[in-house]
């Protein structure tokens, strides 16, 4: 019996959904939570002891938003690694991207993620399918299946379905089983460029993505879905625009969620001004107007969910032309300490709610009714952070496969010390 | 050998002040040092005199010429420049390498390396290609012109020649007002001309139709307007810009018919300008389109002194980025 207990001691229980900010202990037993308050150790004298001190005990972090690159493009990620950066950075629950190579778009494919997943086992992963066959905008993919198979949800992300009328019908099936479409949003006919469209294109003689692009997608999406009451989420928001359009749509009462990424909180296109490839994403950099619009729309409750984009690519591939380069950088194993700088830090958001907005906002929006709590009976997912820790960004240390970070060598505060799934200890900081 | 030795004879001002090993843009040039790229080009073209051709300035030196995109008279007069001043020089062009069957630039750039090269003269249709190469390699790195970003040496002999053309007239860049006209979104030449001439004073209207010229050019410090026939009285210099359809990716203007309309420079046009006025093209032509035959080939054109120019400017830069500043370095 005592093997199977754990007590975490003298932490600072961090509950968002309860709404809990107050010192005591955890005990886990059997993978579950079976208690949590201030005079609980006497109750299992013959448990293990984690001493905690000066730490916040907090679910485990879920992001709703990574690209773990398999089947397809294990050169960038797998499973395995991408899971183990996760837990690295404190994530036990994260959702993969299906534009993989070839796509996930049918349940063969959501089984394959999710064996592979159970194989690796240190954390769980929730395969996103694709809402078009081969994300080609065209035609729909199984989603039913895919539902039915495991999948959370469905994007063509890394695209927008372009077509308003396949996404009427998207949105309008994924209806009939309650499922959740994840959009990328992005006009493709405004688009096109390697970032965003602002004064610093146009001095690098790069081409543009207009922030129209982003806003004209979800002002689309938003008046089909105000027809269909689909359950839909916007991805990696970038604009001030694109706050104000789903601040409005909030107020008048249509449902609709919204991430946001820490570089889109913490970084502007001014950044690519030496066309550092680093810089590149999409969606871009943008102003530093957007940033703060981002910053108080994550504030005021518009955007719910903080995420991180995690987009793997080998050195290689980014020490390429920046036009010619890839997308994306790693988020996993950095997002913690950065959102902590962009939030917490500038006095926007305190641990109780920045913690929220990583673990309880994410299990709604994706209706996971065992995940983002430390609700007694719950499985023991946990992570220990230490808020004051401070710790230098080294890219040689990441467990992911790709290195690709503009954030190399920041000094960041707050650490993510050890990760619990299902009550066993998948991840301990060395240091 | 000394190369500012070999340059006695030539008097080469102020070039020890040099400390650059690349010419990567003209963004980040003082007034000083383009000053200086200009007074030595001033020096250097004396050399395409005389009846020998040539200056030890460089011997022993060896250039690649690294070309990812065709151009023939950027390459031709790199080449030329090269050779006047003693260095080899390589073509390397994407048709005859292994760049057409995938290699990076980073592995053609170490190849290039391991061969004990001195400089690369780089022509990408990337914006920013030299930029990366740069980091990429220890040799000097000189852009001969980067997808729409900047073509320096191109914004050099433009300056050049306006200089040659004012000076003895007795006016300074700081005097003029100079036009820059048509598909300026798309120019790399437009951006290195914007750089120079308002580092050296000059006022800069630019020119264009709004898809082409859009207003958020005004943040650079420059005037934009879409109506050239009232610019064109105020202006000392009107240099006409390519409309280059191989990067416009969407119509960006109804028909030739109306662009030349609008934004050509014809007969009609040239007697709006005041009566010295200079007209620069970057060449090729689309004659008909932005410019009439009579325009480009009449008086007013010094389209032709433009080409002798640039092999001036490119021995300079090639001297000045080799020869003083290895000497620098050692």
Known sequence: MSQRQLLLLNGTIVDPARGIFAPGDVLIQDGHIAQVGTRIRDMAPEAAREDVAGCLVTPGLIDMHVHLREPGQEHKETIATGMAAAVAGGFTTICCMPNTVPALDNETQIEYVLTQAQREGTCRVLPFGAITKGRQGAELAEMQLMHDAGAIGFSDDGVGVASAAVMQKALSYVRMFDGLISQHCEEPTLSGGAMHAGITALRLGLGGISSASEELMIARDLLLNQRIGARYHVQHISTAGAVELIRRAKQQGQAVTAEVTPHHLLLTDESCGDYNTHYKMNPPLRSHADVEACLAGVADGTIDVLATDHAPHAAEEKELEFDRAPFGIVGLETALALYAEALVKTNQLNWLKLIGKLTAAPARVLKLHDSGSLAIGAPADITIIDPNKVWKIDPSRFRSKSRNTPFASRMVTGQVRMTFVAGRCVYQATD | MNPADTLTEIAVPQSQQWVRGNLLTLEEL?????????????????????????????????????????????????????????????????????????????????????????????????????????????????????????????????????????????????????????????????????????????????????????????????????????????????????????????????????????????????????????????????????????????????????????????????????????????
């Open chain 2, 30 to 330: 003082n007034a000083s040092e383009i000053n200086i790229i200009l007074d030595t080009a001033r020096a250097l073209k004396e050399v395409s005199t005389r009846s020998i051709k040539k200056v030890p300035a460089l011997r022993g030196k060896v250039v690649v010429n690294l070309f990812f995109e065709d151009s023939t008279r950027t390459r031709t007069s790199f080449k030329l420049a090269a050779e006047r001043m003693s260095a080899d020089i390589v073509d390397f062009s994407v048709s005859t390498s292994s760049v057409s069957k995938g290699e990076t630039l980073r592995d053609t750039a170490r190849n290039l390396v391991a061969m004990g090269v001195d400089a690369i003269v780089i022509r990408h249709r990337s914006s920013g290609a030299p930029n990366l190469l740069s980091q990429l390699v220890e040799c000097s790195v000189i852009n001969a012109g980067d997808g729409s970003h900047e073509h320096p040496t191109q914004g050099l002999l433009d300056l050049y020649t306006i200089r040659e053309t004012f000076v003895p007239r007795g006016k300074a860049l700081s005097d003029l007002h100079v036009a820059i006209v048509g598909d300026v979104i798309h120019s790399r030449v437009a951006r290195s001309n914007i750089w120079a001439l308002s580092k050296l004073g000059a006022k800069i209207t630019l020119v264009g139709p709004s898809t082409l010229c859009p207003d958020s050019f005004s943040r650079l410090g420059v005037t934009v307007s879409s109506d050239f026939d009232a610019v064109l009285p105020t202006v000392d210099v009107v240099n006409m810009l390519r409309v280059q359809f191989e990067r416009i990716t969407s119509a960006a203007f109804p028909s030739v018919r109306e662009y030349s309309r609008y934004f050509g420079l014809d007969e009609r046009r040239l007697k709006l300008c005041k009566p010295d006025v200079l007209v620069l093209h970057p060449g090729p032509m689309n004659r008909g389109l932005e410019i009439t035959s009579p325009v480009a080939d009449g008086p007013a054109s010094a389209i032709l002194r433009q080409v002798s120019n640039g092999l001036a400017v490119r021995m300079a830069v090639l001297y000045l980025c080799i020869g003083v500043s290895s000497l620098r370095r050692s």
